[in-house]
């Protein structure tokens, strides 16, 4: 009996932690939305998994890629997103 239980809890456990892995699906963007504007909203859902977003003066244009390259395939951003996000980030990055 304690045996069954126990099983059934261990499932019911596993359960749950396939449940929790699955990968989320973002929200389609708006294709009609400005590459600047969905590059934001990528920016701003994406990268503050982890941490802080960082402001996007905190670097320069030339600096930039550098990070988003780093730290986009983290954020499992597609090749498209990430030239996305680059473009916000370069638009308001440090003079
Ligand atoms: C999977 C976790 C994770 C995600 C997602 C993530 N970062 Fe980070 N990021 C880190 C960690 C960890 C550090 C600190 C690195 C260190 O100090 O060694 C960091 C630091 C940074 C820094 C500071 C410079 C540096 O390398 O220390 C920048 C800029 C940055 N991240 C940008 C981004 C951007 C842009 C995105 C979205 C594309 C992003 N991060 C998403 C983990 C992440």
């Not at 963007?29 to 977003?53: F, M, V, W």
């Amino acid at each position: 009996m304690v045996h069954v239980l126990l099983k059934t809890a261990l499932l019911l456990l596993l359960g749950a932690a396939c449940a929790s892995t699955a990968v989320k699906e973002r929200a389609p963007l708006d294709p009609s939305l400005p590459p600047q504007q969905r590059g934001r909203i990528l920016y701003e859902t994406s990268c503050n998994k982890c941490h802080a977003l960082y402001m996007p003066s905190s670097y320069g244009a030339g600096e930039w890629p550098f990070y988003v390259r780093k730290y986009g395939r983290k954020a499992r951003l597609s090749v498209e997103e990430r030239d996305l996000v680059l473009s916000y980030l370069q638009a308001n990055a440090r003079e």
